[in-house]
């Protein structure tokens, strides 16, 4: 899987939208990114994911450029309780043996949202 | 909705002794997977499993077993535990591109 750069920490004020930036200069066609966070010890959870076109959901936008090197995942009106660890994770659909692979973390981007 | 559940959710257990973990993963999600998280250390994959058969392997020590049961329930077995083995243990489950993860098991190893 591709390797993913991202920056150590952020911050954002509560109710301002939240970019959150990604580079992955090395990903090939067949792979996806997706987005996770961890809120402090619970289980990671799913964002949004995307291949090349623009996603949307009740959580967040992701936004792919078009070399699909960079994408950036933007929370729209940033709460309290969005401060987490936001995972920016390269993955192909690839199934070896049947079912995907697993997700490879790297450091992430802990984000602050300040009151 | 119906979530990954992981029992127990802490255990604390002697050097070189045995712990299972189990994991019940969201009803007909075929795909099974388990991390291992060290203290301040970020999530790592260590295996998975697709329809009870395994799939994908990471960095899971050799002292470390896992299967998965013909009701999809998956145990993660760890022997011979070590200090080095605490951490927070997660289970996820999977029908497609999205994985949803439980809420953890806390190993701590005394």
């Known amino acids: 899987d591709a390797k993913t750069t991202q920056p150590t920490s952020m911050d954002c004020a509560e109710g301002r939208a939240a970019n959150l930036p990604c580079n992955h200069s090395t990903i090939s066609g067949n792979e996806y990114v997706y987005w996770y966070r961890q809120i402090h010890s619970q289980g990671p959870q799913y964002i949004i994911h995307g291949l090349k076109n623009n996603e949307t959901n009740e959580m967040a936008s992701l936004i792919i450029t078009e070399d699909r090197k960079s994408s950036t995942l933007i929370l729209p009106h940033a709460t309290l309780r969005d401060t987490a660890v936001y995972y920016c994770i390269v993955r192909g659909y690839l199934y070896s043996g049947g079912g995907a692979d697993g997700l490879t973390f790297g450091k992430g981007t802990h984000l602050i949202i300040q009151p | 909705a119906a979530g990954v559940i992981q029992s127990p959710r802490h255990l604390i257990k002697e050097k070189r002794e045995t712990a299972t973990l189990k994991c019940y993963p969201i009803?007909?999600?075929?795909?099974v997977y388990w991390y291992q998280q060290g203290p301040g250390q970020d999530p790592q994959f260590l295996i998975s499993?697709?329809?009870?058969?395994?799939?994908d392997k990471g960095s899971i020590p050799d002292r470390f077993s896992a299967q998965q049961f013909s009701d999809y329930h998956s145990e993660l077995n760890m022997s011979s535990l070590e200090l080095g083995d605490s951490a927070l243990y997660f289970c996820?489950?999977?029908?497609?591109?999205?994985?949803?993860f439980g809420q953890g098991t806390r190993l701590t190893v005394v």
């Open positions: 009803p007909r999600h075929d795909t």
């Open positions: 996820a489950s999977s029908p497609d591109l999205q994985t949803f």
């Open positions: 499993f697709y329809e009870k058969m395994q799939s």
